[in-house]
C-alpha cells in the first residue's frame, strides 16, 4: 500500500494531520499552504523536526519569503522579519513544506487528500460579513483559490471545513456555485454539519464540513452522527491553574445572580442540583460559562465555541470549602476565571504534549488564536474513518 499523500492548505496547526495520525492512516504530508509566521511555527513544532534545516544567509531567506509571501498580518499585509524570528519562521517553514500564500502557487505537488478549511472571518456570524464573492478580495474569497489545486492536480479526496454561516442565505449561493462547480470536475459531495459536543469532546462547536470524493473511486460515504454527549468539562480543566478573576468582579457576578446564590446555599446544605454535577475536590461543581457576568443562564457542561475573537471564555465553581475571606458570604465559595490556552488546545483535541511543544516556540495569545481558528481533532477522525478506512 502506498502512503496517502496529504495537502492540507489554510493548515493553521495542522488538526487533519493529527487526525490523520491519531487514527493510524499511513500518509504522508507532501505540503501545506500557511502564511501566519506563528502558525507556521506552531506547526512545525507539533508535526515535525526543524532541526535538519540548513539555515542560509539573511538575504536567501528574505527572498524565500517574499517569494512565498509570507508571513502576512491579520490585513494581508507582509511582515518583514528578522534575526532570530526570520530563522525560526525559515525553519518551520522549510520544514513542513510550505507553499506559502495559496494565492500566489503555481504549481501544487501530487496529492490524494487535499484539505481547505479557509478563513471564515468574512462569512461568519461573529465577523464582518464581507462574503465570499470571487474577487471580492475578502479573506473568505480565498475559497476560489482552491480551483487551481483540484483542477492540476485531482485529488481522490477533499475536506472543506467552515463555519455553519456558509450555508444560510447570505452566502449559500456561493456555496452551491462551488458545489456545481466540483460536479463539473467530477466529484461527489457530502455536505454535513456537526457538533463537536457529538464527538467526545465538551465543546459546542458546530461546523460545516464538505467530503468530495473523486466519482471515479466513490463508493460512498457515510456521515458520521456522532453520539450522546458522554464527556464533562470537568475533565478538561487545568487543575494547576491558580488564577481566578478580581475579587470584585467574582463578588459582583454573585451578587447580581440571584440563581447563583441559591445554587451556593442548595450547594452548601447538600441539595442536589437537577442538573448532574461533576465535582472536583476543592473547587466543587465545575461549569463552563460564557461571560462572567451571566453564568447561571449560560451554565453548561460542555464550552461555548471558542473562537479567535476577544471574547472570553470562562470556567466557574461552586465549592463547598470555603475559598476566601470576603464579607459577604457566598462570595466565598465561588470562584471563576478565565479558561487558559492550554484548555483551548485541549477542547480542540491537542494532546498537552502538542500544546506543550507549541508553548516552546510562540506566546500565549498565539496559541488561544491557534486554537480558536482550528478543527476539533476527533471529528475530523470521524471523517475520515468513514473516508479511507471503511
Ligand atoms: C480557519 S484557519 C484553518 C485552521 C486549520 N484547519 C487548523 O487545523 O488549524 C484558516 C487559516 O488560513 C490561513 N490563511 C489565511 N490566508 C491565507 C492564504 N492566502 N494562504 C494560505 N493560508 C492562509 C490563516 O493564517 C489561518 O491559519
Redesign the pocket.
Known sequence: MTKLRLF?????????AKALQNIGVDFESVGV????GE?IKSYAAVHSDTSDVEVPSEEEMQAYMEQLNIP?DKKGNRIKLKGEQLEAVYRASVAIKNV????KVKEFPSMDLFTY????QSISFAGYGHGLDRGSGT?SS?LWECERVIEQQKPKYLLM?NVKALLSVKHKHNFDIWKEWLDDMGYTSYVMVLNAKHFGIPHNRERVFMVSVRKDVDTGFEIPIGREIDVKISDFVDYSVEARLPMDKQRDIVRRDASLQTRIKNELNGIEHEIPKHRIDGLGQVYATFRSTVVTNHESWYVQTLTTANQKVYLGGISTEKLYDDSDDLVNYFWSRELSSREYWRLMGFTDEDYDKAFKVTRVPYLYR?AG???VVQVLEEIFTNLLKK
Request: proline share 3%; charged share 20%; aromatic share 6%.
Open positions: 492540507e492548505s489554510f493548515s493553521g496547526i495542522g488538526a487533519q499552504s500557511e502564511v501566519d502558525a502576512l506559502g500564500d495559496i494565492s478549511s479557509f478563513p471564515c479573506r480565498l471545513e491557534q481558528n482550528s478543527i
